[in-house]
């Protein structure tokens, strides 16, 4: 109940002219344009960066890999609020690369570039995690006759192990796009609230929510939408997949 009524409270609380109103106010399709653009942007260094690191981390056997697998997971537990700050100090102007950053004549604070970075750190974990696991399953042997046929250690990789783990795979890239669409603390204080540039949905619903709450309703059921649909369509392609 406490995981279905607030859902129910927020389609009841708007009307379909509300919606529609909604969809035309000149702050809706900025706000979901920029969201969709960053978040896909931000899913290619996700998962090509990512793919090869969790195939290390389902690998390896190391004490180096046990304590990157815990770094890796520290985005989660760690407050967004707090990664917006580490963010700053970090490429801010008078963070640990600003000084280089600034004499390049580069500005990363407060820029979509930001956005994008803001987006990677905190959704980053949520691939990297479920690509170790797919990766995880597929047998050693696959891969010791992919060697014995011919294949090079990358070619098995590429041919043999990512085909096979490819459904966690589009698992952990989808949970990471979501992870990304709603990320609001690092994105605020990091790349700020600036519209048109830097205000994505999550931040144009705290936007909304100063003067008009029904406004703030609508962009959130949208979200909700978006998040509904896509879970939708993990739940059903694993079983079309098997049919």
Same mark, same amino acid.
Request: glycine residues 2%.
């Given at each position: 109940m406490l995981l279905l009524l607030p #859902? !129910?409270?927020? =389609? #009841?609380?708007?009307s379909p002219s509300e919606i529609a109103a909604g $969809?035309?106010?000149?702050?809706f399709t900025p706000a979901l344009t920029l969201? #969709?653009? *960053? *978040?896909?942007v931000s899913l290619i260094p996700v998962v090509f960066l990512g793919t090869p690191l969790a195939w290390w981390l389902a690998t390896a056997e190391s004490?180096? +890999?046990r304590t990157v697998d815990v770094l890796v997971d520290l985005p989660i537990v760690v407050p967004p609020a707090v990664v917006g700050v580490a963010l700053l100090m970090t490429f801010g102007r008078r963070g640990l690369f600003g000084g280089v950053l600034d004499a390049m004549g580069v500005g990363i604070p407060f820029t979509e570039v930001a956005v994008v970075l803001a987006q990677v750190v905190v959704a980053s974990p949520f691939y990297v995690q479920a690509a170790a696991n797919a $990766?995880?399953? =597929?047998?050693?042997d696959t891969l010791i006759v992919a060697r014995t046929l011919g294949a090079s250690p990358r070619m098995a990789f590429l041919r043999v192990a990512v085909?096979? +783990?490819?459904?966690g795979l589009i698992v952990g890239a989808s949970l990471a796009w979501a992870r990304a669409l709603g990320e609001f603390g690092a994105t605020l204080l990091f790349a700020g609230n600036l519209a048109g540039r830097t205000r994505t949905m999550p931040l144009a619903i705290f936007t909304a929510l100063e003067s008009d709450v029904g406004l703030a309703v609508v962009f959130s059921l949208v979200l909700a939408a978006m998040g509904a649909g896509l879970l939708v369509l993990? %739940?059903?392609?694993?079983?079309? %997949? !098997? %049919?």
């Open positions: #859902l !129910a409270a927020l =389609v #009841l609380s708007t $969809f035309t106010h000149p702050m969201s #969709l653009g *960053t *978040t896909l004490r180096l +890999a $990766f995880r399953k =597929v047998d050693p085909p096979i +783990a490819l459904p993990l %739940r059903v392609a694993p079983w079309r %997949r !098997a %049919r």
